[in-house]
């Protein structure tokens, strides 16, 4: 193995070393490693149910769009009374 390649896998080595520890939430530290484990962030959790809300607003939308009037029109009333 000439020096190129050398420096080349141990290039290849340390990054793949580092994406696994980012991966499984090690963290170094001034004497050795820690794994920290990833709870469940509020913010992240609001977000998702933001997003799960307009994916059934969104859902609903495209079923008025793609009924007849008469459909849609009771859909129409239906929402009015749900508010």
Not at 25 to 47: F, H, M, N, T, Y
Not at 51 to 70: H, I, Y
């Amino acid at each position: 193995m000439n020096p190129f390649e050398m420096v080349v896998a141990i290039i290849a080595i340390t990054a793949i070393a580092s994406v696994l520890r980012a991966k499984y939430g090690v963290v170094r530290r001034d004497k050795g490693e820690e794994v920290i484990q990833r709870g469940s962030d509020p913010e992240a959790e609001r977000l998702r149910a933001e997003v799960k809300g307009l994916k059934e607003r969104v859902a609903v939308l495209e079923r008025l769009a793609t009924d007849s009037s008469t459909a849609l029109d009771r859909e129409f009333d239906k929402l009015r009374n749900r508010d």
